[in-house]
T-cell receptor, first 116, second 116 residues
């Protein structure tokens, strides 16, 4: 069965632009969570969606937003990009609402964003 | 709030040698603890997890970890390193206020290098 698919895999933007990243979870998975990975800060939790509702979010500014569609696909958006937003953005899916408790997450390969 | 600390951002071992990656956690409640592995240009994969059952947890690829409450540790070991073990390893803890409000907090990661 297909894994978690993230698009695009690589992208370059300039400061002030906005970006939208997409995540298609494993078929049947209803929870999608997003993470930012940087060399300095490591992996940081952005937010989690379950059945189109944001259930939890990390400590990121309002420039970071997301949504989930009825087919469980999720998008995250970053507006007014800053140099510090350069990172690998990972999404993970889980079957049910306790994936973030049990750690049964399936990660995509990530979208690598470079902000110039 | 939960947190994890990984001691050593880079560990280098010879092929066939013992692998020991250290993780200490902080949690106000009995934790769920995890080790994930990330190979180059890939997402994270769950290696093993502790969920308050057996304190010695066995995972994939010959890895295991022991939960020691008295030391607040969850170190990852493998008796004999293989070249294919070269990757970055993340310790993580799950925390939340109950119900479905959970999120994963990751350590900064340990890069494992295996020398021939």
């Amino acid at each position: 069965k297909a894994g978690v698919t993230q698009t695009p895999r690589y992208l370059i933007k300039t400061r002030g632009q906005q970006v939208t990243l997409s995540c298609s979870p494993i078929s049947g998975h209803r929870s999608v969570s997003w993470y930012q990975q940087t060399p300095g800060q490591g992996l940081q939790f952005l937010f989690e969606y379950f059945s189109e509702t944001q259930r939890n979010k990390g400590n990121f500014p309002g420039r970071f937003s997301g949504r989930q569609f009825s087919n469980s696909r999720s998008e995250m958006n970053v507006s007014t990009l800053e140099l510090g937003d350069s990172a690998l953005y990972l999404c993970a899916s889980s079957r049910d609402s306790v994936g973030l408790k049990t750690g049964e997450l399936f990660f995509g390969e990530g979208s690598r964003l470079t902000v110039l | 709030a939960q947190s994890v600390t990984q001691l050593g951002s880079h560990v280098s071992v010879s092929e066939g040698a013992l692998v020991l990656l250290r993780c200490n956690y902080s949690s106000s409640v009995p934790p769920y603890l995890f080790w994930y592995v990330q190979y180059p240009n890939q997402g994270l994969q769950l290696l093993l997890k502790y969920t308050s059952a057996a304190t010695l947890v066995k995972g994939i690829n010959g890895f295991e970890a022991e939960f020691k409450k008295s030391e607040t540790s969850f170190h990852l070991t493998k008796p004999s390193a293989h070249m294919s073990d070269a990757a970055e390893y993340f310790c993580a803890v799950s925390g939340g206020s109950g119900g479905s409000n959970y999120k994963l907090t990751f350590g900064k990661g340990t890069l494992l290098t295996v020398n021939p």
